[in-house]
C-alpha cells in the first residue's frame, strides 16, 4: 500500500516535470521567434548612425566599422587619410582608402563627372557660405566669380592618379582637394552590414544620417521605411517597405542658403563649381547596396530628371529612383 503510494507519487512528478519540460521547450522556442530588437544610436560622420538588431554585441562591432570610416574621410581632423592626401597630394593608402578612392573614380566615369570628389575646394566655399548664412547672423555674399572660376581649375578626378600595386594616391595637380562627403556614408553602412553578416546576423535596420541598409525582415514583415518630404518635414513622401536593400535621399534642403530667392546648396555641379540648380528638390534611389544609393542620389540632383533616370535604368545595382521636382509640386 505505502508502495503504491509511493509510485503514484513518482508518477505525479513525472508528469509534472513532462509539463514543465514543454512548457520551457514552449519559451525557449518562442523568445527564439520574438528576441527583442535593440536600437543604439551614436554621433558619426557629422550625424547620427542607428543600429536596430537583436544581437547588442554586434551592434557594438558594426558602430566600430563606421567609425573607422569616419576617422579616415574625416576633413575636420588634420590626421585623418584625406586632410594628409589633401595637404601633401600624396598619400599611401589603407585598404579602405583605396576602396573609397576608386569606388568614387568609378562612379566619376559611371556619371560623366556629375559625381566628382575632386570638387573639394568649391565645396569648401559653398560650406562656408551655408555656415555665415546659419541663424542669420551674418549676410552671406555670393563668393567672387573669379574665385569659384580659379578653383574650378582643381576640379577633374582624371587629375587623380590610383597605383594599385604600391597603393599610393597621387594629385597631378598643387592645390587640389577631394571632399567624400557624397560616398562616405554609404561605405560607411555597407562596410556596418558586413559586419553584421559575418556575426550571424540576419536582420537589422543600419541608418547612418539617412543612408540606410534594410537588411533581411523584421519577423516576417519587410522593414518599413519613411522618406519625408523635404518641403514639409512633418510629411511624409515616400512609404517604403524593403528587404535587402539601401536607400538614401538627396536634395537642397538639409544644407543650403538663400539670396535673393534663390537657393544655394551644398551639391555641387562640378562642371560650373555652382551649386545645382536645375530645379530638382530631391533624389531617392534604392539600390543593392548603399554605396550605390548614397552616390546615386547625390549624382542624381547633379544630372537632373532626365539624365538620372535614364542611367539608373542601366544600372544594374539600382532598383529604383524617385526624383521630386519643384515644378511637381505646383
Ligand atoms: P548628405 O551628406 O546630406 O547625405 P549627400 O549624400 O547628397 O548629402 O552628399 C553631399 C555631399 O557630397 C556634399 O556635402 C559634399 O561634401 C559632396 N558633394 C557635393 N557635390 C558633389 C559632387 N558633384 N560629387 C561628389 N560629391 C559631392
Ligand atoms: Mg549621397
Known sequence: MAKAAHNHGNLIMLKGLRYLLIIFVLWVGLSGCSRPYYTETC??????????????????AAFKEMSRVDAIADNFDSSSEISRLNKTGKLKASGDMMDLVKNSLKYYELTNGAFDITVGPVVDVWKQKIEEARGNKIQALLPSPADIDAKLRLIGSEKISVDETTSVITFNQPGMEIDLGGIAKGYAVDKAVERLKTLGVTSALVDLGGTIYCLGRKGNKKWRIAIRDPRHNDRILHPLELENRAVATSGDYEQFFMVKGKRYSHIIDPKTGYPVNNGVISVTIIADSAIAADVMS???????????????EGMNEIVEIKILREK???
Open 43 to 60: 554621433l558619426m560622420m557629422g550625424t547620427f548612425a542607428k543600429i536596430t538588431c537583436q544581437d547588442q554585441e554586434a551592434i557594438g
Open 298 to 312: 547625390t549624382a542624381g540632383v547633379v544630372l537632373g530628371k532626365e539624365k538620372a533616370e535614364s542611367l539608373a
Open 328 to 330: 511637381d509640386l505646383l
